[in-house]
């Protein structure tokens, strides 16, 4: 065999081989498109992610809620507790102070009878310590002792003021005219003893009828 003949042969042989060639490179797109449609039909990603993003929304809820309740267990053993036990303690106070305010009830009651019987005595005491004044002054005018009758009624007026504060309208009106008649008696003693003797006793009767009606 020449050279011609071994050249025409390699010639037909790449002319064979050449249709597999391109025949195998025509089919490879395919395959690959096939492969890209089977793998993306046998990964479901999406439904996946949803799922999962839900477990993490679950668990963050549990942590939060977890933390929220440590958060209310502390505020109440910090706070809560100890103004729980204060308002016990003020309540149990409280009662203990309603107790002791409905012993003192009576007492008080019996404090306010106590004070009106001092007043009613002291007036009393005042209104006779007025006619002890108005008795000195009738036994010096009888002994015809003018200034020892005048020294006598000297604080009679100011202790007839102080009775009349002391008692309701009506009593203090009749005192009012035990003072006119006591002023109209120190001006009589130097004038005319007759007269004065006269209205001292007039004014100690008077003094008399009015202790009988206030404290007896």
Excluded: Y
């Excluded at 992610?49 to 910090?78: D, E, H, I, N």
């Excluded at 006793?201 to 009606?213: H, K, M, Q, T, V």
């Amino acid at each position: 065999m020449n050279e011609e003949d071994a050249q025409a042969n390699d010639e037909l042989e790449i002319t064979i081989e050449s249709p597999d060639i391109e025949a195998a490179e025509a089919e490879k797109p395919a395959m690959e498109t096939k492969q890209e449609i089977f793998e993306d039909t046998e990964i479901p990603s999406e439904p996946v992610k949803p799922k999962r993003r839900l477990r993490r929304f679950l668990f963050w809820m549990l942590c939060v809620t977890g933390v929220f309740a440590l958060g209310l267990v502390a505020m109440w053993f910090v706070r809560v507790g100890p103004l729980s036990t204060e308002f016990e303690k003020a309540r149990v106070e409280t009662e203990l102070l309603e107790s002791e305010l409905d012993d003192l009830r009576p007492l008080q009651a019996e404090n306010t009878q106590l004070s009106e019987a001092l007043k009613t005595s002291e007036s009393q005491l005042q209104l006779l310590s007025v006619l002890v004044d108005v008795t000195s002054a009738q036994l010096a005018l009888a002994q015809e002792d003018e200034i020892a009758a005048k020294a006598a009624l000297a604080g009679t007026k100011a202790s007839l003021l102080e009775l009349e504060e002391k008692l309701s309208a009506a009593d203090a009106e009749i005192v009012r005219d035990l003072i006119d008649r006591l002023e109209l008696v120190q001006r009589e003693v130097d004038t005319d003893e007759f007269a004065a003797s006269r209205d001292l006793e007039i004014l100690a009767n008077n003094l008399l009828s009015l202790e009988r009606s206030l404290f007896r």
